[in-house]
């Protein structure tokens, strides 16, 4: 699957679980969305999955990518230490100058 390289560099760190790399692909002001819960800014969204990297272990395999401009859609199931694992969650993505510049996380 050919993934833009700031999702594959996404991809890459949650299934490591490094936290920080996974940070470094949004740029500063970046907002995450998932669980019901929005995180504002590169520093909350390293805390943010750092905290769900020791609660849940979760790794991502890709399914399917679309992308339209700058706007994209991962699908990929995530599997971890969580009620119902494995998930087929899906990724919304907008991609600004090669950082993510908000992930909304469904199902």
Known sequence: MDLPQVIADL??????????????CFSETAV???EGKTHSGRR?????IAEANER???????????????????????SGTFPGSPLVLKFHFEI??????????TD
């Open 32 to 34: 995450v969305s998932d």
């Open 56 to 78: 849940y272990k979760s790794v991502m395999k890709p399914l399917e990518y679309t992308g339209n401009g700058s706007l994209a859609i991962l699908s990929a199931e995530v």
């Open 11 to 24: 991809v890459n760190a949650q299934n490591s679980f490094d936290s920080v790399a996974y940070a470094n």
């Open 44 to 48: 909350e969204i390293e805390r943010w």
């Open 96 to 105: 600004v100058d090669g950082k993510i510049k908000s992930l909304s996380v």
